[in-house]
Structures are given as C-alpha cells and as structure tokens.
C-alpha cells in the first residue's frame, strides 16, 4: 500500500471544519512531483516561504480585529451611505455584541466573515519545514535561516489561535494519512501547556535568526531575533493577565478526558516569566538599534507641533527605528478609512469613516499628565464637570497649533496632553501636513465637523458617526486638495519599541508590592518622549492622589491608562481590555454629528447599546459544526 503523508492541521480542517479534500492540494503521495517541484530548487523554496508568510492577520487596516472589535472606534450605522463598501464590518459585529457559534465572525479556525483559517498555514509550515532539506543549491545559512523564520510563523499562527480561543490543539508535526479517525480527532490542551509548547518554539525559532535586516530593499518585514523575542513577551504577558492567570469564570471547563482546560489559580510567577521576556526583548532590540522615535525632518515648524509629530510619525514614518516588527502590506485603505476631508472638495476620497469614541477622547492625560478626572488644577478642577460643554477658543498658551482660534469647540478638548492632539482630528481642531508648510495658524488645515460643514455629514456616503477620526494613523506626509487625496504609505508597526517598553513595566510592577525605580525607568520614557513629566513628578504635583505610584495596585491603573493613551489608535486597546478581563461598555458615545451648531453638535448622544458582556464574550466560539465533526473538542464557556 502506498504511503501518503498528511498534515495533522489539514485533518483538523477536514475533521473539524468539514473541508473537503478537494478544496486543497494537501494531499501529497510519495514520489509526487507537485511536492518535490515545491522544493526542486532554491527558487521554489523561496516562494513556498512567502506562502508561509502570506496567512499573516491583518493588522493595517481598519477592519481589523483590534480596529472595530471592541470600543476604540465606531463606524455610521449599517446601510447609511456606501459604509459596507468603505470597510469591512466582520470585526464591528463582534463590537456590536452581534458574535456566534453558527457562524462566527473573524473565524480563524474554520475559515470565513472576515478571518482565514489559520490550521491551514500551520499546515504549510510543516510541509515546508519537512521538505526544506530537499534543495541542493540552497546554502545552510540561508536554510538555517528560512528554518527559524518557519519555525517563528508557527508559533505565531499558534499564538494568534490562543489569544482568540485559549485552549487549542497543538500541531507539531505531520502524520500519515492512515492514522485512526481518533487519532486525528485532536483535543484542546490545557492553557499552560499551549504556552509552553508556543514559547519553546519561539526560542527554537531564534537560533538563526538575524538580529537586524541588513538588505533594506529586499527583506523589511522579515523575521529578526527582536520580533521573536517580542512576540515571547506578548505571548507570556498574556499567559499572566487576568484572563488566563487565575480566572475562575472558567474553572469547571473540561474536556472528555476529565481535564481543566484553564488554570484557575493565581500563579504570580507567569508575571515575572513575562518580565523576563520582555527585558530580554528589549535588550536583544535596543541591541539591534531599536530606540524610541523622535521627529527629524528639516521643516520649519515649533517646538509644539515637532512634539505632535514625535508622537504620530512613531507609526507613521516608515521603517523608523522605533519599528521592531512592522506590516509590509499596503497601508494606504487605513490612511483613507481614517483621513478627515479638510475642504469642500468631493474627489480626493478620503473616506472619512474609522471614528475613535467619546470613551477614547476621554481617557487621554490632561496638560499634566494625569486624568482629567483626577486633575487638581485650576482649569481641570473648575472645568471636569462641564467637559461637554463648549466656549470660544482664545489665543493662550499653544491653543494656536492645536485649535482654530475664534472658534467653539469642547472644554474636553483643551488642556489635554500632546498624544489628544496628535491621535484624534476633532471639530476645530488642526492638522499640519498637506504641502510641508509651516505651522502658522493660517497654513494649518482645520476640521469642521458639524452637519452641514466638509469634515462632517456633509453628504450621506462618508463621515465619523462619533464626531472624532483616528489622526494618528495619517501621516503628515499624505497630501490633499480640493480634488485629490495622495495616502502615504508606510509600515504599520505591529509591534514598536514604547510597546515593548510599556509590557515590560506592566509585568515588572506586578512581581513587587512597591514599584521600584526600574518600573519608573521605562514607562517614563515613554511619557518623556509625549511630553509629560515623570509619573511620581505628575502625581505628586497635580494629582487628587499623589501617592497612587506609591502601590502595585495604584502603579497597575497608571500603567493600564499609559497603554491606552500612548497605543490609542494602533488596533491594540480591544486584545489590552480582553487580557485585563475589562468588559466592554454596552453604551458607545459620540457627539451629536447631525449637529449644525456647536449648540446642537456638542450634545453626548448614544450611538449604539449593546447587550451586556459577559465572560462568555472574551474568548471567541468555536462554529457549532465543528463540535459536530470533532466530539473531542469542547465548546468555549457560554456559546
């Protein structure tokens, strides 16, 4: 009898999925030429890794997970204008409460509304791995290296299984084809050993790995030792938060062998496994001349607005050095979802349409670094309860980069801190960019955002329903006119270096009760690169509660605030409040865009209500007929 040899991943997606065989060339009999012409030469090879690499989510568009899934923005409602055809809704269902088993959106296990099925490039992973010794004219150091890169994408297609389902089979290797029904009816393992299996191969896959791309042209977007390492944090900072570290929500799910699926005690040692990683990934990063970015372009503008684009060009300068792992895929859909129209002319297609919620506009600092809410000084003491209120914008402190003076606009919308500024267009508000002019009040572009006016409902096809657009993710570089839009394109940061910094912090302050001055260190870099002053400086000089920094716990909220506010706008606030087991509000906010005064405009209104969420709603479900296919799996708690 022939032997044909099977990829356990293409069985879960028969078995599982109910794939048909023939949707695939997965079946590879011995001898097959398909096969060995996959892996004839150099050539070939080189091709089958980039199909390894082609499974990669989205992670540089607005219709991605972290985008729409959550709370961070809001789109107009469904059937208004052309807004399915703008973006893609998949993502925004799940932040709509509207998730399923039947058909569940952003499936990346089965394949469908939104999301590919990420078994399948597990699948090719193997293939490659198992066939890549068959080149001749492939030289070992770059074998070596193709091996690490393969070994980094299944680990990676590992890990972006776990962080959406938990439990997950784990695929190591390929079997025959004539192994039992049984043998390829896989279990979930238990969250620990998904981990552990995901964090060795993220160490394996470093062995070859280079520490920095050294052929610009030809390689940005590889695989380096930082991203390894990166990811290895991630993936152990996520092991340690609160939604696999002792959540009792899911102490009774078992599989049919008897076995807990999740652990639910604390172990506060995973927060300093994650510690580790981090520290190691920053270093191996900073080793390979990763630093905090700031602006250096020879323009003619002030202190102010170089500060605004020190924080906005760390995203949107391409390739910067703060960069540890950035998209090669065309950015520019994100530019357009995102761009607010900055005059009356209606074919330069800036869609206009990824809107940040009032809940994001208010977490940012104050001018001083501290939340509004907690500010002592005079304007924000005075002002807090009155924030949705209005009044005319004067020429004071640096009032004239950031607003159109003479105009109303939001008391929420001044005295705020530079990443408000440089993350979120908002009414009469300013954008520099546009030609490279200088920063004069009168070369400032300036958002109208009200019914009648060309940033907002002007027509019915494209407007932010929220009355905000995500600023942060349009380079200063893109330029329009009356009659044309040209995006900028650039490498979507993945993961940045002030990310890595913040993980580091995070995890580092949950191993001690008193944060000592390591914790500080990090965090403040980042804050220094925003403009703001130390934590313990900014608490202790305008806080309600100076001695906040002085506990784990008081640290903890400071440095959950500092990850909202300084990856606001970056798809990272839904996978930050999913692992701190923050639910989701059933309520989303925005101003009142029908408006066509400040009047009418500035009025909190309701823009969706969702049913409650629940424990249920963290992790994703697994389609009902896969359960069917597979009775070894086990349904996600709730679904």
Not at 218 to 233: D, F, H, S, Y
Not at 242 to 248: D, E, K
Not at 501 to 524: C, D, G, K, Q, R
């Amino acid at each position: 009898m022939r032997k044909i040899i099977i990829s356990i991943s293409f069985l879960i997606a028969i078995v599982l999925s109910g794939t048909s065989c023939s949707d695939y060339l997965d079946i590879v009999p011995e001898g097959n030429p398909t096969m060995d012409n996959a892996f004839s030469n150099r050539i070939n090879s080189f091709k089958f890794l980039h199909t390894c690499y082609s499974y990669l989510p989205t992670f540089d568009n607005g219709s991605a997970i972290g985008f729409l899934a959550g709370d961070e923005h809001w789109l107009m409602p469904k059937g208004t204008g052309f807004i399915e055809q703008r973006i893609g809704i998949s993502a925004w269902e799940i932040g709509r409460g509207s998730q399923n088993s039947n058909s569940p959106y952003m499936n990346y296990w089965d394949g469908g509304n939104g999301g590919s099925n990420l078994w399948i490039a597990i699948r090719d992973c193997n293939i490659f791995l198992e066939n890549i010794h068959k080149p001749q004219d492939l030289q070992n150091y770059e074998r070596n290296r193709w091996i690490s890169e393969v070994k980094f994408l299944k680990a990676f297609y590992h890990f972006y299984l776990f962080q959406l389902y938990g439990p997950i089979p784990i695929i190591n290797e390929n079997v025959p084809i004539d192994a039992t029904s049984e043998e390829v009816r896989l279990y979930r393992e238990p969250v620990d050993d998904v981990v552990a299996y995901i964090s060795g191969l993220l160490d394996e896959s470093q062995e070859y790995l280079p520490l920095q791309i050294t052929d610009e042209s030809l390689e940005m977007g590889r695989i380096t030792q930082p991203i390894a390492k990166a990811v290895k944090a991630q993936l152990l900072l996520l092991a340690a938060s609160p939604l696999f570290n002792g959540n009792t929500d899911y102490a009774n799910v078992k599989d049919n062998q008897g076995r807990a699926l999740f652990p639910a005690t604390y172990d506060e040692n995973k927060w300093k496994l994650a510690a580790d990683a981090a520290l190691d990934a920053i270093q191996t990063a900073e080793e390979a001349q990763h630093t905090i970015y700031y602006f250096k372009d020879a323009v003619t503008i002030s202190d102010v607005t170089r500060k605004l684009l020190d924080i906005g060009e760390a995203v949107t300068e391409k390739w910067n050095k703060e960069i540890i792992w950035g998209s090669t895929r065309d950015v520019t859909g994100l530019e357009t979802q995102a761009m607010a129209k900055l005059s009356t002319g209606k074919n330069y297609n800036a869609r206009s349409v990824l809107g940040p919620t009032l809940t994001v506009a208010e977490e940012f600092y104050s001018a001083n670094g501290v939340p509004i809410d907690e500010d002592k000084g005079e304007f924000w003491s005075a002002n807090y309860p009155y924030r949705y209120d209005y009044k005319t914008i004067e020429d004071t402190g640096n009032n004239k980069y950031y607003f159109e003076l003479g105009q109303e606009t939001a008391i929420l919308h001044m005295e705020r801190e530079p990443r408000f500024y440089a993350s979120l267009s908002f009414d009469r508000g300013t954008w520099y960019g546009a030609g490279f002019k200088d920063d004069t009040q009168k070369n400032l572009s300036k958002y109208h955002f009200r019914r009648t006016e060309y940033s907002g409902l002007a027509t019915s096809e494209d407007y932010s329903y929220t009355g905000y657009l995500n600023k942060k993710v349009c380079s200063y570089r893109c330029n329009l006119t009356d009659d044309s839009w040209s995006p900028h394109r650039y490498a979507f940061p993945i993961i940045r270096l002030a990310d890595l910094y913040l993980m580091y912090t995070e995890a580092l302050n949950e191993t001690m009760s008193t944060p000592n001055n390591e914790v500080f260190h990090y965090i403040n870099e980042v804050r220094k690169r925003a403009g703001l002053e130390g934590v313990k400086e900014s608490w202790s000089k305008y806080s309600k509660y100076p001695n906040k920094p002085n506990t784990r716990e008081g640290m903890r909220e400071i440095i959950r605030m500092e990850r909202l506010n300084e990856l606001a706008g970056e798809g990272k606030r839904f996978w930050d409040m999913r692992r701190w087991k923050e639910s989701l509000p059933t309520e989303i906010r925005g101003w009142n865009v029908k408006g066509e005064t400040a009047s009418t405009f500035y009025r909190v209104s309701t823009l969706y209500q969702r049913t409650k969420f629940t424990y249920k709603d963290f992790l994703w479900p697994l389609k009902v007929e896969a359960i069917q296919k597979n009775p070894n799996l086990v349904q996600n708690p709730g679904w």
